[in-house]
């Protein structure tokens, strides 16, 4: 099945400063790599995905990009802003039937 | 998108009780997966329920210990059997968005102590 690993697990970065969150997966079959965020005490939510016919996509201050080759895919988040601050996952699918590894999160605090 | 309610939110539990959770989506569904997160962790996908059928347990979840129901394509039902303190978490159901984009929509969770 698939594996994915996520690293750090926790990250903090001073407001402004760029934050970036990496992620490597194990199946060459997964087609699909969705980020989601989690605030405390609330649901995850899908905040940027790439598929696997794509490099790279950016959503404003978020982007994603992705090495097919070497199987890694990473988060980057510019102009760090106080509500940043969640805990970030990873994810991986093949899409099939949508069964979603996940990551195992990282808890990114931006420091005001 | 998808609007998921699950209740309940939350609750304490004794040991060797079962509760119950709901999950009721606001459109039909073929699909709806149920998720544990423990303290602190990642999520961890429970079964996938399909109406009409019997649920698909991963590996390291069986029946007995996490019926599931799926009456209908809107509906499902998550049961933590004989609890102990280990089954301590927040349980989410989840459903796939529509035209198959690959983005999985959360319910609000339900997080149970068990003491």
């Known amino acids: 099945g698939e594996n994915v690993e996520q690293h750090p697990s926790t990250l903090s970065v001073q407001e402004g400063d760029s934050a970036v969150i990496k992620c490597t997966y194990s199946?060459?079959?997964?087609?699909?790599f969705p980020w989601y965020k989690q605030e405390l005490g609330k649901r995850p939510q899908l905040i940027i995905d790439?598929?696997?016919?794509?490099g790279e996509k950016k959503d404003q201050r978020i982007a994603v990009t992705l090495n097919k080759t070497a199987k890694h895919f990473s988060l980057h988040i510019t102009e760090t802003q106080p509500e940043d601050s969640a805990v970030y996952f990873c994810?991986?699918?093949?899409?099939?039937?949508?069964?979603?590894?996940f990551g195992i999160g990282t808890k990114l605090q931006v420091i005001p | 998108s998808a609007v998921i309610s699950q209740k309940p939110s939350r609750d304490i539990c004794q040991r060797g009780t079962s509760l119950t959770i709901q999950c009721q989506v606001d459109?039909?569904?073929?699909?709806m997966f149920w998720y544990r997160q423990q303290p602190g962790q990642s999520l961890t996908l429970i079964a996938t329920?399909?109406?009409?059928?019997?649920?698909?347990?991963e590996s390291g979840f069986v029946i007995d210990k996490f019926p599931i129901s799926r009456p209908n394509l809107t509906f499902s039902t998550l049961t933590v059997s004989n609890m102990s303190p280990e089954d301590s978490s927040i349980y989410l159901c989840?459903?796939?968005?529509?035209?198959?984009?690959?983005?999985?929509?959360f319910g609000e969770g339900s997080r149970l102590t068990v003491l």
């Open positions: 790439i598929r696997s016919n794509v």
């Open positions: 329920a399909n109406q009409g059928s019997e649920a698909t347990y």
């Open positions: 989840s459903v796939a968005g529509a035209g198959g984009t690959g983005e999985l929509f």
């Open positions: 459109s039909q569904v073929t699909m």
């Open positions: 199946d060459s079959a997964s087609n699909y």
């Open positions: 994810a991986a699918t093949d899409g099939g039937y949508q069964k979603v590894t």
